[in-house]
């Protein structure tokens, strides 16, 4: 080792920031960690070396002895011995990274199952209609959760009777195997098949919960829809969900939002369209219309001369903006109808219009467009 290249053992330059100096030790620790090779020779020694070189580089005082001389005789630096990973500078983390090779993790980076922990979240679907997502609603559910039991307040013990240590873990939730390889010692941490993890066994379990700790509760709540939500909004309602563990926060609802059609209208954002059909005399000489909207029928005078497909603004009559007195507009859109079928009084009356129009008559079985007005027999 004494003429290797300490960063070029682990794939830097020369003068690389103490960040990459870790970075890239842990993906090569992983790689040719002994527990993912064993029976490796190769590797094994690949991982000796690798340590060493972050033992030296990782080192202030020594990485820069090391910039300084090129040489690796430092006291301590060159035995890889009984290296205690757990205590490895800035490799907190270190636990996580080799928990899939020890089936397990490091000393002090496992979590304890007898600690607080947070309530499961649930989730419901409410159905609403399109006015009632358009001003809100209020609507009754029923949910089922896991709540605390009532009678032994969520210990899983009868009233008056204490949980036990566990007396094959002493309490810690945890199982502690040391191994010793020749590349030094290792600690794998699982947790206790006996207490389950939790440090604790209940002798006499409460007869309502059957040592659970939770019971199945069916529970009303009131559910205040906001005006102006749309379909697949998910609405949350914090700490309404289920209860949590060992003095652990609940969980939360969240409620998915259905909105069903509208026969006439149709929602594009904060703005509602519709469609309105009038004939061609009426948008050519204008009319007065009856307009449907979310807050009743408005009248609407259309314009001599409109054409078809022209779009009519109802400002402020589309959708609420949620939690704002802002709201969206509603667009008509013009279908002028052409009639297909005409008796003979209404033929001759187009035909003067043409005629004072300055057009030309053309003979009612020729193709064009009078032809089809007037029907080719």
Same mark, same amino acid.
């Given at each position: 080792?004494?003429?290797?290249?300490?960063?070029?053992?682990?794939?830097?330059?020369?003068?690389? %920031?103490?960040?990459?100096?870790?970075?890239?030790?842990?993906?090569?620790?992983?790689? =040719?960690?002994?527990?993912?090779?064993?029976?490796?020779?190769?590797?094994?020694?690949?991982?000796?070396?690798?340590?060493?070189?972050?033992?030296?580089? $990782?080192?202030?005082?020594?990485?820069?002895?090391?910039?300084?001389?090129?040489?690796?005789?430092?006291?301590?630096?060159?035995?890889?011995?009984?290296?205690? !990973?757990?205590?490895?500078?800035?490799?907190? @983390?270190?636990?996580?990274?080799? %928990?899939?090779?020890?089936?397990?993790? !490091?000393?002090?980076?496992?979590? /304890?199952?007898? *600690?607080?922990?947070?309530?499961?979240?649930?989730?419901?679907?409410?159905?609403?209609?399109?006015?009632?997502?358009?001003?809100?609603?209020?609507?009754?559910?029923?949910?089922?959760?896991?709540? %605390?039991?009532?009678?032994?307040?969520?210990?899983?013990?009868?009233?008056?009777?204490?949980?036990?240590?566990?007396?094959?873990?002493?309490?810690?939730?945890?199982?502690?195997?040391?191994?010793?390889?020749?590349?030094?010692?290792?600690?794998?941490?699982?947790?206790? @098949?006996?207490?389950? *993890?939790?440090?604790?066994?209940?002798?006499?379990?409460?007869?309502?919960?059957?040592?659970?700790?939770?019971?199945?509760?069916?529970?009303?709540?009131?559910?205040?829809?906001?005006?102006?939500?749309?379909?697949?909004?998910?609405?949350?309602?914090?700490?309404?969900?289920?209860?949590?563990?060992?003095?652990?926060?609940?969980?939360?609802?969240?409620?998915?939002?259905?909105? $069903?059609?509208?026969?006439?209208?149709?929602?594009?954002?904060?703005?509602? =369209? #519709?469609?309105?059909?009038?004939? #061609?005399?009426?948008?050519?000489?204008?009319?007065?219309?009856?307009?449907?909207?979310?807050?009743?029928?408005?009248?609407?005078?259309?314009?001599?001369?409109?054409?078809?497909?022209?779009?009519?603004?109802?400002?402020?009559?589309?959708?609420?903006?949620?939690?704002?007195?802002? /709201?969206?507009?509603?667009?008509?859109?013009?279908?002028?109808?052409?009639?297909?079928?005409?008796?003979?009084?209404?033929?001759?009356?187009?035909? #003067?219009?043409?005629?004072?129009?300055?057009?030309?008559?053309? @003979?009612?079985?020729?193709?064009?467009?009078?032809?089809?007005?007037?029907?080719?027999?």
């Amino acid at each position: 080792m004494a003429k290797k290249d300490y960063y070029e053992l682990l794939g830097l330059e020369k003068g690389a %920031s103490d960040e990459d100096i870790k970075k890239a030790f842990r993906k090569l620790a992983i790689k =040719y960690h002994p527990d993912k090779n064993q029976g490796n020779k190769e590797a094994e020694e690949r991982f000796k070396e690798i340590n060493e070189a972050y033992q030296v580089l $990782s080192d202030p005082e020594k990485k820069a002895q090391y910039d300084r001389f090129g040489t690796t005789d430092f006291s301590g630096a060159g035995g890889f011995g009984d290296y205690d !990973f757990s205590g490895m500078g800035g490799f907190e @983390d270190l636990g996580d990274i080799f %928990s899939s090779f020890f089936g397990g993790g !490091f000393s002090g980076n496992r979590k /304890r199952k007898n *600690g607080p922990e947070k309530g499961s979240d649930l989730e419901y679907r409410i159905n609403l209609t399109f006015e009632e997502a358009v001003f809100g609603v209020e609507k009754e559910i029923k949910i089922k959760r896991n709540e %605390s039991c009532e009678t032994c307040g969520g210990t899983g013990a009868k009233t008056g009777k204490a949980k036990k240590t566990c007396d094959k873990c002493g309490g810690t939730g945890q199982m502690r195997v040391q191994r010793n390889t020749p590349l030094g010692s290792f600690v794998s941490v699982s947790p206790c @098949d006996k207490c389950g *993890g939790t440090g604790n066994i209940i002798t006499d379990p409460c007869n309502s919960c059957n040592g659970t700790g939770k019971q199945k509760k069916e529970r009303k709540i009131t559910v205040k829809i906001p005006a102006g939500v749309d379909d697949g909004n998910v609405m949350p309602l914090r700490g309404q969900g289920e209860h949590g563990v060992n003095g652990g926060p609940p969980g939360d609802l969240y409620i998915n939002i259905r909105v $069903s059609p509208h026969s006439t209208f149709i929602r594009r954002g904060f703005d509602i =369209y #519709m469609d309105t059909h009038i004939s #061609m005399i009426k948008a050519a000489l204008g009319t007065e219309i009856k307009v449907p909207t979310v807050d009743g029928d408005v009248v609407y005078t259309i314009p001599a001369g409109t054409q078809p497909g022209t779009m009519f603004r109802l400002k402020g009559k589309g959708v609420p903006k949620i939690n704002s007195h802002v /709201r969206g507009d509603q667009y008509i859109n013009v279908i002028v109808d052409v009639p297909k079928h005409m008796n003979e009084k209404q033929r001759e009356a187009l035909k #003067m219009f043409m005629e004072a129009s300055g057009e030309k008559v053309e @003979d009612e079985k020729k193709s064009g467009f009078m032809g089809k007005i007037f029907g080719n027999k």
